[in-house]
């Protein structure tokens, strides 16, 4: 029997049968979201399939061990083991960004931007990033998140002629309110982030340039957007979406502020890290190295911007005209459908979006008018241009038929949809 015949999803017969007698409930769970995974279309930009091998070593026995601690720093025995696969991953994560230094325990994102806070500003100090409304993230200092409550935040969006970044308003934003601290990045930017403006904006108010590339890692990683390194001293990662691994962050900086990120991730935020994820991570890193993975960070773009023309052939208008990497921002204003529903009724035809907002959006962040979409998932199954084409035919088709009330053709579309999902498996399912 070879090594694949006595697994099922990259979980051993003897574990799954295990699961199944201790909790029949969440077993039958994980297989309904399994099966969810494999027969829908996954568009949402920041969601991906890992491989089996990174789902091997995220499940793994490394999470029985407690690492409080550095490799060769640690308060608890037990560790030689555990200090040599964080270092490896360490290692790979420098080798890969071509960074000074890397700290790869972050839980996620979140806490990884939160630790950037907590080593070089203290409460009250003046930060500026980009709004929310306008694609920007809520660690960045958004009203609601602890970033806007701790800190004096300022915000800065894009231009309302071109969807871009108005770095001009950047600038004059940096000058007037003198900020510790400039984040660039977000989680709805369709374009290059232009690293290099940013810079220099930074350096004449003397702010630190923290970049934030959670969604676009792996396109960094593959040469597929061009790299913070050597413009943002301090960049911060989520290490899922384009690049592929599992949940959990990063933070990539210079050798200067390398001290400072360590106390402020541990001690400062976090306990024990997450051995387990940590080693997912270190396969991820080894697999971002690759080739395939180049060819794959290019695809994602490919796919994007294939995506987008589709759409906009069949009249939709898309946030900046288009897309430069993984993401897609449609405005449905004009469509007649608000997101929520739109997003809805795609679920029903098998066609997985979030609703979301678009810059100067007059409705509610809950039921805005756009969707976000995005290719790193379907790319990861091998479809290509000729898929995407089909793709923005399905939503075209399922837009119509919501605001039709056409329920059963939305029906069809799904049968149509997973039809072609066999066609192309999912990584490690």
């Given amino acids: 029997m070879g090594p694949q015949a006595a697994t099922r999803g990259c979980i051993t017969l003897p574990m799954r049968d295990e699961l199944s007698r201790t909790d029949p409930e969440i077993a039958s769970l994980l297989q309904l979201e399994q099966e969810r995974q494999r027969s829908k279309i996954r568009l949402i930009p920041s969601e991906n399939y890992v491989s089996a091998a990174v789902l091997a070593a995220s499940g793994s026995i490394l999470t029985n061990k407690y690492s409080e601690g550095y490799p060769g720093r640690r308060y608890y025995e037990g560790q030689q083991y555990i200090d040599a696969i964080e270092q490896l991953c360490i290692d790979r994560a420098k080798a890969l960004f071509g960074v000074e230094h890397a700290n790869v325990q972050p839980y996620s994102g979140s806490p990884a931007n939160l630790a950037v806070y907590l080593a070089f500003c ?8 980009l709004g929310l409304p306008h694609g920007g993230h809520l660690t960045h200092g958004w009203n609601v998140s602890i970033s806007g409550k701790y800190f004096r935040s300022v915000a800065y969006g894009v231009r309302r002629d071109t969807g871009r970044i108005d770095m001009d308003q950047v600038a004059d934003l940096a000058r ?9 990045g977000g989680t709805a930017v369709p374009r290059i982030i232009d690293f290099a403006a940013f810079a220099d904006i930074a350096r004449s108010v003397g702010a630190l340039l923290v970049a934030d590339i959670a969604h676009i890692a792996g396109l960094v990683a593959g040469g597929a957007h061009p790299s913070p390194v050597g413009y943002a001293p301090v960049i911060t990662t989520t290490t899922h979406k384009t690049l592929r691994g599992p949940r959990g962050g990063m933070i990539l900086c210079t050798a200067e502020h390398a001290q400072a990120i360590d106390r402020a991730v541990f001690p ?22 690759g080739e395939s993975f180049r060819q794959y960070a290019h695809q994602v773009v490919r796919n994007a911007r294939a995506l987008a023309e589709a759409l906009l052939a069949r009249g939709y208008d898309l946030v900046s005209g288009g897309t430069d990497n993984h993401l897609i921002l449609i405005d449905l204003t004009r469509k007649g459908v608000t997101g929520k529903r739109a997003a809805r009724a795609l679920d029903r035809a098998g066609l997985e979006t979030n609703y979301n907002t678009v810059p100067f959006d007059p409705r509610k962040p809950f039921d805005p008018s756009g969707l976000r979409i995005g290719t790193p998932a379907v790319t990861s199954r091998g479809m290509l241009e000729p898929e995407m084409e089909l793709i923005a035919g399905w939503i075209d088709r399922a837009l119509e038929a919501e605001r039709r009330g056409d329920e059963q053709a939305l029906d069809r579309i799904g049968a149509e949809v997973r039809e072609m999902t066999v066609r192309f498996p999912a990584p490690g399912l």
């Fill in 176 to 184: 007037a309110h003198r900020p510790k601290l400039i984040w660039c």
């Fill in 268 to 289: 400062g935020l976090q306990g024990g890290p997450h051995n387990h994820n940590i080693a997912g991570l270190a396969v991820a890193l080894r697999e971002a190295a």
């Fill in 122 to 129: 203290q409460p009250g100090d003046t930060i500026l990033g």
